[in-house]
């Protein structure tokens, strides 16, 4: 780094061409081989990040985020609800954390009308609705585990709004 680029400006009075565009306004005008380097360094920097952006928007907009959800937790011997907003065609992740209990057995028990679903293992499933359809939709899944001694059965219900 240079000795004038820690300088106030009152040290370091800078002289301005008339040609040079206002937002380089802060450099020398006099240009240096290393002043050229850092130039083009500042320049790849602004142009990588302005690229990293653009993709982290274009992200943004592909993957629906309205689609995530917090991971249900596992309650034997109950009935669960729950909702989603998915974008036709999209996989939309339902996910069941069982803490301590093991999942034995995941059943579908009343599959999607407009949509297919498909195992996450035992511990969830992913609902795909058939592209091009907007509207409701609801399937149910089944749960059998154990904690312990203890053997039972979660069964959710979910609604589906399909954009």
Same mark, same amino acid.
């Given at each position: 780094?240079?000795?004038?680029?820690?300088?106030?400006r009152s040290?370091?009075?800078?002289r301005?061409?008339?040609k040079?565009? +206002?937002?380089?306004?802060?450099?020398?005008t006099?240009?240096? $081989?290393?002043?050229? #380097?850092?130039?083009?360094?500042?320049?790849?920097?602004?142009?990588?990040?302005?690229?990293?952006? !653009? @993709?982290?928007?274009?992200?943004?907009?592909? $993957?629906?985020?309205?689609? =995530?959800?917090?991971p249900?937790? !596992? =309650?034997l011997d109950?009935?669960?609800?729950? +909702? !989603?907003r998915?974008?036709?065609?999209?996989?939309?992740?339902? $996910?069941i954390?069982?803490?301590?209990?093991?999942?034995?057995?995941?059943?579908v028990?009343?599959?999607?009308n407009? @949509? @297919?679903? /498909?195992?996450r @293992?035992?511990?969830?499933?992913?609902? =795909?609705?058939?592209?091009?359809?907007?509207?409701?939709?609801?399937?149910? /899944?089944a749960?059998?585990?154990?904690?312990a001694?203890?053997e039972?059965?979660?069964r959710? #219900?979910a #609604?589906?709004?399909?954009?």
């Open positions: 780094m240079h000795a004038h680029t820690l300088l106030p040290v370091f009075p800078l301005r061409a008339a040079k565009p +206002s937002a380089f306004r802060h450099f020398p006099t240009t240096s $081989a290393a002043a050229s #380097k850092h130039m083009r360094l500042a320049t790849a920097i602004v142009a990588t990040v302005t690229l990293i952006g !653009l @993709g982290v928007c274009w992200a943004n907009l592909a $993957a629906p985020a309205e689609c =995530r959800m917090a249900m937790l !596992l =309650r109950a009935q669960s609800e729950t +909702s !989603l998915a974008t036709s065609g999209v996989p939309c992740t339902v $996910a954390q069982t803490g301590s209990a093991t999942v034995e057995d995941l059943t028990e009343k599959s999607p407009y @949509g @297919g679903l /498909v195992p @293992g035992r511990t969830g499933v992913v609902y =795909r609705s058939m592209p091009g359809f907007k509207g409701d939709d609801d399937f149910t /899944v749960l059998k585990g154990r904690v001694a203890h039972g059965e979660m959710i #219900k #609604k589906v709004v399909v954009r």
